[in-house]
């Protein structure tokens, strides 16, 4: 199957091309022709299966079918809200819609915390078609009188699952009463819980369902390797092996911010240039961390799960799980940052005796 045969406007098709894909990945072939009939959507996959183009490409060409209203300063009003729970994940997915409607006369524009609101503000009130958005910031510029929800007409809720582990879902049912009842609604998560399912039952209408993975697997690309070790030892094993397969990008993972920075530091005393990531640093810290791993400069990137949700690195090779997370879930988004789209990818987990109790979970 071709992006041709989705039905979708030539200008959405040439830009898809433009970024060097030709044929849809499983959740586009499924979801796409779903989205663009106006179905609702509850669609199970996990981050590198190509499920941001899933929604944005329907998203855009159902846009173009229709022309907005205006919202209060005389800009165009916001047609779709795109959730997502992190900063990093919410500039990605506007990065897309960008892209793919390069050849469309829609404005797209992302909002989170962390940086200054008044660039923000100047956007909205200026009008744009697609905003994408953490729930935090958009009810803060709500309740301060700057966003107009009620012309919305596809809301999306991207990593469902990650906004309720983060403590968001208050957040994001206070922006669901916001918006309009007649909209088109999509739910993306990679797990579903009882309360991912609640949600989808007051949100979605007769909705269709997609699941592209089976639910909580780990990709069979991707080889998973256990390494017994000693608590006090893990410093020493991690250098090791970095330096011994000469690894030149490893996205490691610890599980609180203090571990991330202590092995962030000592990498970086013995040797192998490292970095950590987690929610106590500023977003310009985070941008900068990642776009030093990306280019190469970094060679190890050290983070905690929150921080890590949203890093979409094309061909990560290495992910080390430094300590094991005491969620069977989170080790199948950890490993699936690496082994994306068709290609090999390496899990490493260094367990120590009181870990081994999670390991069993997740095997």
Request: charged content about 20%; overall charge neutral; glycine content about 8%.
């Amino acid at each position: 199957m071709t992006f041709e045969e989705l039905n979708l406007a030539p200008a959405i098709v040439q830009a898809v091309r433009e970024q060097g894909y030709d044929t849809p990945t499983p959740i586009q072939a499924q979801a796409i022709p779903l989205v663009l009939q106006g179905c609702d959507l509850l669609a199970g996959a996990q981050t590198g299966t190509g499920k941001t183009a899933a929604f944005t490409l329907p998203l855009l060409h159902r846009l173009t079918q229709t022309t907005g209203s205006r919202n209060q300063w005389g800009g165009q009003a916001i047609r779709a809200l795109v959730l997502t729970p992190t900063r990093e994940l919410a500039a990605q997915v506007e990065e897309n819609v960008r892209s793919y409607a390069s050849h469309l006369d829609i404005k797209s524009t992302v909002i989170f915390g962390g940086v200054g609101m008044k660039p923000q503000i100047d956007r909205i009130k200026k009008g744009v078609d697609v905003l994408v958005a953490t729930p935090g910031r958009l009810l803060d510029l709500q309740q301060q009188g700057f966003l107009d929800l009620s012309a919305v007409e596809i809301l999306v809720l991207d990593e469902a699952d990650r906004m309720l582990d983060m403590g968001f879902i208050h957040d994001v049912r206070k922006v669901l009463a916001m918006l309009p009842a007649n909209k088109q609604s999509l739910l993306f998560s990679a797990t579903f819980s009882d309360e991912i399912r609640d949600l989808a039952n007051t949100l979605l209408r007769n909705p269709q369902s997609v699941q592209v993975t089976p639910s909580n697997t780990t990709v069979q690309r991707i080889s998973q390797k256990i390494c017994p070790v000693g608590r006090g030892k893990k410093k020493q094993a991690l250098l090791h092996i970095v330096q011994e397969n000469n690894w030149s990008q490893v996205l490691v993972f610890t599980r609180t911010k203090f571990g991330a920075n202590n092995v962030a530091e000592y990498l970086t005393k013995n040797g192998v240039s490292a970095m950590a990531l987690h929610g106590n640093k500023s977003q310009s810290a985070r941008t900068q961390a990642l776009s030093g791993f990306k280019s190469g400069e970094i060679r190890a990137l050290v983070a905690t799960d929150i921080a890590a949700r949203g890093i979409d690195i094309d061909d990560l090779p290495h992910v080390v799980n430094y300590e094991i997370p005491n969620v069977s879930e989170d080790y199948v988004h950890r490993i699936g940052r690496t082994g994306r789209a068709g290609r090999e990818g390496h899990a490493v987990s260094l367990v120590c005796l009181d870990e081994e109790g999670f390991m069993m979970d997740i095997e």
